[in-house]
Structures are given as C-alpha cells and as structure tokens.
C-alpha cells in the first residue's frame, strides 16, 4: 500500500543513498535534501570508512536512517538493499543520489514532478544536454559515457535517452515492484541494467538535463575499463530484449527483420570475404554470379536490418504504466 503525505496528500517520498567511501562528503549531500522528502535510507555497503557510523553520530535529521549490507555489493547491491526498504516502507516515489555531491539535491523536486504528474515512470538526469556542462567534464568521462551511452541504446531500446550512467534517478514504486530486484546487476551496470528492466515492462522513461559538480572527489568507476564488459552485458541484455518483444510477446514484420536481416548480411559478409581471399590466393577473378551471390544477400540483409532498428526506435513505450494502474485503481495523483 502507498504511503501518503497526510499533509499534502501526496505519495510519500524517499531518497536512497549508496555509501561507500564517501564519508568527507555525505553530511553536505544529506544537509541539502529537501523538505519535499519524507525518509532518506543511507546504505552503508560495507564501507571501509565506516560511513553509516559516521552518519548516525553526526546526522541528526530525523528523516535519516542506516542500511548496512554485510558484505560489499557494489553500488547495485546497495541499491537494491535501499529500494527493498522502500518498498516495506511504503512510499510512491524513490529518488536516488550519490553521496559524493557530484548530484545537487536541490534539483530533486525536478526529478520527482514528471512522476506525480503522470508523465513518466522513471526520470534520470543527464549530464550531456547542457553545452556548457560538457566543458567541465572530464574528456575521459565524456567519451567513455557517450560509448556506453551508445550502447546502452541498442540493449534497452530507449533510443532517445542519453547518459545512461548517471545514477541520479526516481521511480514509481508501482513500477519499481514490477522489477526483479534480484536479478539487476550489482556493479557499477546497475542503472544501464535498470533500463533494460523497464524496457521489459515498457516503463516511460524520461530524461532531465543535469549539471554535473567536479570537483576533487574519485570516480569509483573507470569507463575505459568498464566498456569491454559492458559491451559483453549490453549484448547480452540486447538479445534478451529482442526475444522478449519481437518473438515472445509479439510476432509482425519487424519480428521476421530481426531474424532474416542479421543472417543474411552476415552470410554475405562471410561469403564475400572468403570468395575475396580464395581470389587472392588463388590469383583468379571471382565470377560475377560469386559477386552477386555476396553482393545480394548482403545489402538486402542491411536493408532488413536497418528497418527493423527503424521500427525499434518507433516502438519506445509512450503512455506511463502509472497511468494505466490509475485508471484501473481508480487513483489518480
């Protein structure tokens, strides 16, 4: 059951906040959460610096309270832990934030109003709209999101969202429910994880253009280092979501794309080299019926291909599943 703010008679709010070796600056992260929140779960994940210890001789906002994973789990896990705790506890929107004040907490009540109008299931910022953000941002940062970023777009299929690894986010907690919890990655693919997951629900998701604040904190995640298994968890998520929708869920036009034009494009890029390297070796000229036999396949493969990815882009789920349990709850926000 969601809990209300009596008060305004709006769902109640909460704020979920890994900790892990951000002990310098969590009191000036948690001083600067709004009134508009009603609980903030702090989850200390095993930090070495103590850090829930630390909030609770030194915080004295009644709304704070201390999560403790007893093993390290990587942000994720510690997501996890906190959204657990959300949910028995009843609120109707989770926020989530960093503790390394690189996320202005002021911007929460931006965060959280697409939700309570119904607009949006799950709104998360992005760092990359603001022009003027990007000459702040460290290069390495810049093109190491925009690569993930770029596959996070073939995995999830929410093809208009960027900054796939900003983890200043907020949920419904009716969609939050929907999600196997258990099953979302504990490392630092946590948020592109979660994106898939709502992809198959097909949540609405929304960006919020964000500014980033650099200045000497450590990010924990290193993007070059991240990418080759990103890439290999991205293809993974890809395959699943394609089964999920195109063959499992539903069968059309684009169902049989999907399957043809890979085969053939890939037929026709294997045939053409191999027709390519015998010729080389064998110092004679490939036949125009060779040609053709690689040729064909092979555009008519990309041309399938490219369409399906058309169809896909066109296919991004526009009416929010909060307003769909609206209308069949009879609640409205």
Known sequence: MMFKNNSENKPSIAVVVPCYKERHKILDTLAGVPDVIDKIFCVDDNCPENTGDYIEQNCSDNRVQVLRNPRNKGVGGAMVTGYKEVLK????????????????????????????????????????????????????????????????????????????????????????????????DEGYFFESDMLFRLATVRAVVMDIPQKAIYSDEVSHLNVFRAIPTHALKHLANFSKRIFYTYFLRDFHLASLEWLAGPLLFLFGLYFGVSSWYEAITSGQEASAGTVMLSALPFIVGLQLTLSAIGFDVDNQPRIPLSSLLNKVTGHHK
């Not at 607009?119 to 003027?132: C, E, I, Q, W």
């Not at 996070?152 to 929410?158: E, I, L, P, R, V």
């Open 89 to 184: 506890f009843g609120a109707g929107i989770v926020v989530k934030i960093d503790g390394d004040g690189q996320m202005d907490p002021s911007l929460i009540s931006q965060f959280i109003a697409p939700l309570l109008e119904g607009r949006a299931d799950y709104v998360k910022g992005n760092r990359f709209y603001l022009l003027n953000n990007l000459q702040q941002m460290p290069l390495a940062r810049l093109v190491g999101n925009a690569l993930l970023s770029f596959l996070n777009k073939f995995s999830t299929g929410y093809w208009r969202i960027f900054d796939p690894t900003n983890g200043f986010t907020a949920i419904d907690t009716r969609v939050l429910a929907m999600l196997p919890l258990d099953k979302l």
